[in-house]
């Protein structure tokens, strides 16, 4: 694959402003308005090749989907897939419910107001491997309370990642938050593929190795943490 | 090795009424009494071949220990290791902290009242692997329900197994119960064998086979809890 060089992936990202958001600082507070409706808005923190964002917008057309990373590249390919995903449409052809945001997620919350959002995907984040790094990763206690309060009362944080390491960070870091975990798994797609989800590039590369992926879900708002509550059968 | 006959076992049980309990239940709420001090009691469901109890019970003096399990044969082993762990006893010299008790972990709240108990091991349980025999995992929370009653305001389980589904329906049903955990571990001995820690026979040969352990503690007891958040530092 030629890679084009920097300038004109720039210039093909601006020459999508529908789907590309390259200054998402200035919509803070303002994304439903963007989307034109009230739907609830799920954002992807390190939306990668941007297969899983792209593949949920298409699902799920009553919510509104931003992914976010920090490579132009990325977004040029993430924009890419997203046309081609819903049915291989222009440029300038609108995704009504998906944004693609260049940022960098250490700052999130100048990206968004508290309670803007629904929902927080965390897939295949960087593991950070080496102990003085644990501050990137992106389920540090530090991350957790800027998610805390831009997800609503319905918030919660879909996480997972092919990483054990990773994994038992985040499990110690979501219990130490005093965070409530719901359908943790250690081997996703033990019984074969999970057809109910969606799966990332990676994951469907790990699945086929017979590579096990962790992931859990954690109920940040109130609401939803009630209706989980109430949901469970302990008899 | 030659197995002796079922009456023979009994009769060496019965030999050593100081190291043996074989009617426990008589025992409910005198405990204490019994240990002729007030130590904290900690009691290891399931405790096979008796190593973990064994060792632990003379690392530790001011802790009395109780191990549990339902096997003639596996109290007889116990007591036999228990005596070589203390310097090589003969059977009638006793040790002050540490009790096998016969029974059916089914009924534990038969063998102790309310508060009785600050912590209870659960080493290498068996997984019960078909679903229809969830029940009967030791983590289920009927089970559950049953520490948080024996065990005291510092009570904690701590918990070890090789059985990743076993561990994966585990941190689900403490996370149901909205039981806080602490610790967890997804490959214990993953830097080397943990020497702080005191290893079952089960462990040892894992370790030996480059086999993950998984472990965590969940803190059920209302000063436990409140001296671990309090320890957190969540900078």
């Known amino acids: 694959m030629r890679l084009r060089g920097r ?3 720039r210039e093909s990202l601006e020459r ?3 789907l590309i958001v390259l200054d998402p600082k200035a919509r ?3 994304w439903a308005r963007h ?5 609830p808005i799920h954002v992807e923190l390190g939306m990668g090749k941007g ?4 593949e949920l917008s298409l699902r799920n057309p009553d919510i509104n989907y931003i992914g976010v990373d920090m490579f132009d590249e990325l977004l040029r390919r993430g924009a890419e897939k997203a046309r081609l995903a819903h049915g291989g449409l222009e440029e300038g052809e609108g995704i009504p419910n998906l944004r693609l945001a260049l940022f960098n997620i250490e700052y999130i919350e100048e990206m968004f107001t508290p309670g803007e959002l629904e929902r927080i995907y965390l897939n295949f984040s960087d593991p950070w491997p080496k102990k003085r790094h644990a501050r990137r990763r992106l ?4 991350f957790l309370r800027k998610y805390k309060d831009i997800l609503n009362g319905r918030g919660e944080i879909h996480f997972k990642t092919d990483s054990r390491n990773l994994f038992e960070f985040s499990l110690n870091s979501f219990s130490d938050m005093g965070l409530r975990m ?3 798994s250690l081997h996703l797609h033990q019984d074969g593929l999970r057809e109910d989800m969606v799966q990332t590039e990676y994951e469907l590369k790990f699945f086929e190795q017979g590579m096990p992926i962790y992931r859990c879900e954690v109920l940040i708002g109130k609401e939803a943490l009630e209706e989980h509550i109430s949901s469970l059968d302990l008899a």
């Open 7 to 9: 300038k004109g992936i």
């Open 16 to 18: 999508q402003p529908d």
């Open 28 to 30: 803070r507070g303002e």
């Open 35 to 39: 989307f034109g409706n009230s739907n």
């Open 51 to 54: 297969r899983f964002i792209s």
């Open 139 to 142: 389920t540090h206690a530090n």
């Open 182 to 184: 719901r359908d943790i």
